[in-house]
Nanobody, 130 residues
Framework: VQLQASGGGLVQAGGSLRLSCAAS????????TGWFRQAPGKEREFVAA????????YYSDSVMGRFTISRDNAKNTVYLQMSTLKPEDTGVYYC????????????????????????WGQGTQVTVSS
């Protein structure tokens, strides 16, 4: 599956952005999908993830209550709605897809582990000014 992340930009602190992760080649709802971000000079970190059925969502503590991940299966797209943005949210945001393991439980620990994801998009820059 090919992933295309978009929707990044420059926004003032307190503002909002919606990121999109559009898939082609495969049906994205067959994959667990996550968002990760990487700030300059820092390691990549988990932001949010959504299960194949959208019945489970996970968030990092730093974005809980401010970000919402969702799916639109008709558009083969996963969204990350970001609100009340802070300067520390600045970074390149990547979406990723994980086909999962048969019989395995998709826990937050698994969802937050970037190494389990099979496909990655190219990233979109989010810059939050103070």
């Amino acid at each position: 599956v090919q992933l295309q992340a978009s929707g990044g930009g420059l926004v003032q602190a307190g503002g909002s952005l919606r990121l999109s992760c559009a898939a082609s080649g495969r049906t994205l709802s067959n994959y667990y999908t996550g968002w990760f971000r990487q700030a300059p000079g820092k390691e990549r970190e988990f932001v949010a993830a959504i299960s194949r059925s959208a019945g489970l969502t996970y968030y990092s503590d730093s974005v809980m209550g401010r970000f919402t991940i969702s799916r639109d299966n008709a558009k083969n797209t996963v969204y990350l709605q970001m609100s009340t943005l802070k300067p520390e949210d600045t970074g390149v945001y990547y979406c990723a897809a994980d086909q999962g393991v048969v019989g395995g439980f998709w826990s937050k620990t698994v969802a937050a582990d970037g190494s389990v994801y099979d496909y990655w998009g190219q990233g979109t820059q989010v810059t939050v000014s103070s």
